[in-house]
């Protein structure tokens, strides 16, 4: 890529962040009209945002009652947190071989923090309900937390509703610093449920919030288990705990449970179908703002994979771009990462393409003089995801070198491609990269 290509990128992700900027400030304006919001979440819910704030507002909607939201019949309802929560004994078995936990603290309604859990947006997904509960667990002998969060609605419906809004705010969480490692659906836990698990890398281990969120008769329950390990840790224990959960719940209100099972799924997105949340993208210690994404044009390539990521040649079915950027850190123009969807007829022809991708980066060296190309790595997910990346550096002749990862994969009929430029303090291991490329080829079953 020449030197104007990347100055033509600059100036279309600063255009990005600018439209941003102008969104986010549309729509303060909107809010300090004292608009309604009407905001659509993930898992298909609609939160309505009183945005007059003060004591009509979500943050404030079950302060002051004792616990108790008092918007239904059934005031009595999970009243008793003896019964209702989990306790020490039933927590252990998150950790089994790490000694005892204790009850750190129990809330209700009255003095529930605005962040329980993470990527919580506002303290209640169910302003209007009964009840809400929040007790916090500790090991003393490993400092591990945990904490489990129950809110209680006037009826299934309304369950439901705190429900989709409890995974939309995971599947749109800005929290900084963190990143969607793994996802799941549970089936046994109340009527529906889901896993995930964040996380936030360290020199020698990471950081890992292992959350349950699950729905059963007219309560929604979170659970989550905070711990710190070399990798991300499987499902089992958190969801075991969250039967548990549910088994005191619903033998105090009018729900049923079963047997907990969890199997590898996709966190729902409201990004445009076939591409990455901010949340599956890596995080970079040099920044603590959330990743947001924009509209993309059709890449260009860098040089070695332009000629055969040339859409017109390949005559796909349909194709779409997207780009990701952080608008609220200080980093050069160019910074970004731009994603690529393509649509084929068959798997056969997304598998040309890629091939085809794959042969010429390989080849690079070769082709180009001024290139020096490494291999990163070959991906793949089961028999349904391959592809390889690289990084690729181009010496220009102004003494300047430009370097880029660039990936490529095949899910059945589509293929995507990433591109990352390489700036300083600004780059993405190896590994990091690649687990880019599998999530985005994850996403891409969902483009049409």
């Known amino acids: 890529m020449t030197g104007s290509h990347r100055a033509s ?50 943050g404030d909607a079950k302060s002051g009652r004792s616990g108790d939201n008092q918007g239904g019949d059934d005031s009595g309802l999970l009243s008793d947190a003896t019964k209702a929560l989990l306790d020490g004994t039933a927590v252990k078995q998150l950790a089994p071989a790490s000694g005892a936990w204790a009850v750190a603290s129990t809330d209700d309604g009255s003095n529930a ?5 993470v990527c919580q947006s506002q303290r209640f997904a169910d302003p209007a309900g009964i009840r809400t509960w929040i007790r916090n667990f500790q090991n003393p002998s490993t400092k591990q937390t945990a904490v489990q969060y129950v809110e209680v609605s006037n009826d299934e419906a309304a369950a439901g509703k705190a429900y989709s809004t409890i995974t939309g705010w995971l599947s749109a969480c800005n929290t900084p610093q963190i990143r969607l490692v793994a996802s799941y659906t549970t089936t046994g836990l109340g009527s529906k449920g889901v896993v995930a698990v964040f996380g936030q890398p360290g020199e020698k281990s990471s950081k890992y919030r292992t959350i349950s969120v699950s729905t059963a008769g007219q309560a929604t329950m979170v659970v989550e288990f905070d711990t710190t390990a070399k990798t991300p840790p499987k499902p089992d224990t958190v969801i075991a705990t969250a039967g548990a959960g ?17 199997k590898p799924g996709l966190l729902p997105t409201t990004e445009p179908p076939g591409f990455m949340a901010p949340i599956d993208l890596p995080v970079l210690p040099s920044i603590d703002k959330p990743w947001v994404s924009t509209s993309g044009t059709t890449p260009k390539g860098t040089g070695c994979e332009t000629d055969k990521l040339d859409l017109k040649k390949a005559k796909p079915k349909s194709s779409k771009s997207q780009t990701y950027v952080v608008p609220e850190a200080k980093v050069p123009a160019e910074f970004g990462l731009d994603t690529m969807v393509v649509s084929f007829a068959s798997p056969a022809a997304a598998s040309n393409y890629v091939a085809a991708i794959r042969k010429a980066v390989d080849n690079c060296k070769k082709t180009q003089s001024n290139a020096t190309v ?40 589509r293929a995507v491609y990433v591109l990352y430029p390489v700036l300083e303090d600004l780059d993405i291991t190896n590994a990091g990269f690649n687990e880019v490329l599998i999530r985005a080829a994850e996403r891409s079953v969902a483009y049409k």
């Open 9 to 58: 990128r600059g100036g279309s992700r600063a255009a990005a962040r600018e439209a941003r900027r102008q969104q986010t400030r549309r729509r303060n304006q909107l809010i300090g009209a004292g608009a309604a919001a009407l905001l659509v979440i993930g898992g298909g819910g609609i939160a309505a945002v009183n945005a007059f704030g003060g004591s009509d507002s979500p």
């Open 113 to 117: 923090p605005d962040k329980a859990f």
């Open 374 to 413: 490494k291999q990163t790595g070959d991906v793949s997910l089961g028999q349904s995801i391959s592809g390889e990346s690289w990084r690729a550096s181009y010496e220009t002749g102004n003494n300047k070198t430009f370097t880029y990862r660039i990936g490529i994969a095949a899910s059945g009929s």
């Open 246 to 262: 549910l088994q005191r719940i619903c033998a105090e209100a009018k729900c049923t449970t079963g047997t907990p099972t969890a």
